[in-house]
């Protein structure tokens, strides 16, 4: 299935967080909490201005971007988990 996301939301993709700590200590599943770091696998048009000019969103796809924590929407699309989300609810892109 192909998604295209319309205006200014944007598909993202989980980056799975490290499980063990710097000392060595593993982490089990049940105490960690889900990565709000991920990579962008599509964007949407954008927004149109006051004079009906398409206004292009500042992330591109394969941008590694970093959201708020209940940040997006969890969908399962061709079996991989993502997130649905407004380009406002991305706090920065990294790297």
């Avoid at 980056?15 to 709000?36: L, M, R, Y």
């Avoid at 000019?53 to 993502?82: A, H, Q, S, Y």
Wanted: charged content about 35%; overall charge negative; proline content about 4%.
């Amino acid at each position: 299935m192909k998604f295209r996301p319309l205006h200014d939301r944007v598909v993202v993709e989980r980056v799975a967080e490290e499980t063990k700590t710097a000392g060595g200590i593993i982490i089990p599943d049940t105490a960690t909490e889900k990565p709000s770091e991920g990579i962008v696998r599509a964007v949407g048009e954008g927004n149109r201005d006051d004079d009906n000019k398409r206004v292009p969103l500042d992330v591109e796809v394969g941008d590694r971007v970093l959201f708020g924590k209940w940040g997006g929407t969890e969908v399962k699309i061709d079996g991989k988990e993502l997130l649905i989300m407004k380009e406002s609810d991305i706090m920065g892109v990294i790297g």
